[in-house]
Nanobody
Framework: QLVQSGGGLVQPGGSLRLSCTVS????????IGWFRQAPGKAREGVSY????????YVVDFVKGRFTISRDSAKNTVYLQMNELKPEDTAVYYC??????????????????WGHGTRVTVSS
């Protein structure tokens, strides 16, 4: 089970931190991805972290603004979002995959999903 927290309404330029806490399995053995889905759009990957060394990847359109990290002791993955823009408005999901062959995986490779948390960037 993946339990998400964080999110909400923030003004442009503001920051939010999303959390994804895993229960029932050990985070370090799974690749984790953060995805988002805006109204009328397909779900898209935002950032990824692998279950081993903790290698990370952030997609270009949030690079320099978003950071993914992991606290293994808390079995939690975070997505720190800074300099938020209105176009970052979406429902954000974390997901876990047992496929550790690649850091970046397509949506269908993730077996477990969080419930989603809404992020609204607006003045």
């Amino acid at each position: 089970q993946l339990v998400q927290s964080g999110g909400g309404l923030v003004q442009p330029g503001g920051s939010l931190r999303l959390s994804c806490t895993v229960s029932g399995f050990t985070l370090d053995f799974y690749n984790i991805g953060w995805f988002r889905q805006a109204p009328g759009k397909a779900r898209e990957g935002v950032s990824y972290i692998d279950g081993g060394a903790g290698n990370t990847y952030v997609v270009d359109f949030v690079k320099g603004r978003f950071t993914i990290s992991r606290d293994s002791a808390k079995n939690t993955v975070y997505l720190q979002m800074n300099e938020l823009k209105p176009e970052d408005t979406a429902v954000y999901y974390c997901a876990a995959s047992t496929n550790r062959d690649q850091l970046i995986l397509p949506v269908h490779e993730y077996e477990y999903w969080g419930h989603g948390t809404r992020v609204t960037v607006s003045s």
